[in-house]
């Protein structure tokens, strides 16, 4: 069975630390990779979705950043955090259909 | 622009009653609805779906009811269970290969 994998679960940084979530997916192949935001009283936000390897489309111009190193992993970056880029970060696949399937979140921080 | 809206942000339901979360959506190209439910500190899971085809989807306690003509589909969740409570999520597609498009979301609390 397909699981997917998302770390950290929560962290803290300071303004202007940099960023890396990892998030990788077992059990399946070239799936699409996507990256939420959930922000307070905003819903889930799509930042960054992939259907392959090295194909990155972004959905909101923002300070952050994706990459897809191998197929079934899917890293979100950031240079330099913001207070504004905290929330809870939601790594999700699917295959070509259209259930999307969550990992478990990270939850950041920016202090 | 909103392309899906879940217009109430909280609802809260008696145990044993029906529970039902609206959705309404613009975009006249969707063709497949959604609806995930969410815990807090926990990622969303899918819970049911409905293709445009057909206009009632059912699965066990839950219904879901596609009017394409009003833009607007409905979750229904009968009987009502304290284990409801949660954020429900509408999401729209276009085609299998395109994000979703998901609401805001509806938290559901549903009382003992």
Redesign the interface.
Known sequence: SQTIH?WPATLVQPVGSPLSLECTVEGTSNP?L?W?RQAA????Q?LF?S?GIGQISS?VPQNLSASRPQDRQFILSSKKLLLSDSG?Y?C?WSL??????????T?LTVT | DQQVK?NSPSLSVQEGRISILNCDYTNSMFD?F?W?KKYP??????LI?ISSIKDKNEDGRFTVFLNKSAKHLSLHIVPSQPGDSAVY?CAA?ES??T???????TRLSVIA
């Open positions: 998302q699409n996507y939420y009283g905003r819903g889930l799509l979705y259907v959905e809870f939601l999700a070509v259909d259209y259930e999307q399937y969550f990992g478990p979140g939850r | 879940q497949y959604l995930y500190a926990e990622g969303p899971t899918f779906s999520f597609s299998g290969n994000p979703l498009v998901f609401g805001k979301g």
